[in-house]
């Protein structure tokens, strides 16, 4: 099926350790992003890509950066990973910038730092 | 800067019964309006949106959303709660309108439970 697709689905990390999270759309979608869920506090944007090419930070982007592979592909590195960092993480698609008409989400990848 | 809040961090209603969550949004100019549902384990799905037209918009599963300006609310509303309904649901509001790099800003979530 059509969609975006996040890998891993789970991962746990030692404090330190680092990781690449991947993501990958099949709709020709011109903007990408990576969100962060966390109990309360909804979803907080890390960073996005609004079309090949190009990056921005968003909200909490500190401890992370992001790898606009080609138009498909949009990668979320944590460096050297901390407690502050477990998560879940989602990576989203859109056809305009604005998202106007509507954010496709992936699955998510539950993040746990220990 | 834009945003938007959802004062209720849960909602309960019997099955069957009517059921509404709030949403109150804060944007310069014309307001890019967003409604999302997260069931669990899974990512969000959109379910309607306002631009523009009329204040009542129509969504998926049944659900539709009011548009009161004078407010600045954007309430999600059923008029017949499922059991399936039950879900994490997300308002949001498109930010910076005239920016090629606008994105979507997502409220805390209110998360809704339908008993039998």
């Known amino acids: 099926n059509a969609g975006v697709t996040q890998t891993p689905k789970f991962q746990v990390l030692k404090t330190g350790q680092s990781m690449t999270l991947q993501c990958a759309q099949d709709?020709?979608?011109?903007?990408m992003y990576w969100y962060r869920q966390d109990p309360g506090m909804g979803l907080r944007l890390i960073y996005y890509?609004?079309?090949?090419?190009?990056?921005d930070k968003g909200e909490v982007p500190n401890g992370y950066n992001v790898s606009r592979l080609n138009k498909r592909e949009f990668s979320l590195r944590l460096e050297s990973a901390a407690p502050s960092q477990t998560s879940v993480y989602f990576c989203?698609?859109?056809?305009?910038?604005?998202?106007?008409?509507?954010?496709?989400f992936g699955s998510g990848t539950r993040l746990t730092v220990v | 800067a834009q945003s938007v809040a959802q004062p209720e961090d849960q909602v309960n209603v019997a099955e069957g019964n009517p059921l509404t969550v709030k949403c109150t949004y804060s944007?310069?100019?014309?307001?890019?309006l967003f409604w999302y549902v997260q069931y669990p384990n899974r990512g969000l799905q959109f379910l309607l949106k306002?631009?523009?037209?009329?204040?009542l918009v129509k969504g998926s599963y049944g659900f539709e959303a009011e548009f009161n300006k004078s407010q600045t609310s954007f309430h999600l509303k059923k008029p017949s709660a499922l059991v399936s309904d039950s879900a994490l649901y997300f308002c949001?509001?498109?930010?910076?309108?005239?920016?090629?790099?606008?994105?979507?800003?997502f409220g805390s979530g209110t998360r809704l439970s339908i008993r039998p």
């Open positions: 989203a698609s859109s056809t305009s910038r604005g998202g106007d008409n509507g954010y496709t």
């Open positions: 709709m020709n979608h011109n903007s």
């Open positions: 890509s609004a079309s090949e090419g190009t990056t």
């Open positions: 944007v310069s100019g014309n307001p890019y």
């Open positions: 306002y631009i523009t037209g009329d204040n």
């Open positions: 949001a509001v498109r930010d910076n309108l005239y920016s090629s790099a606008s994105k979507i800003i």
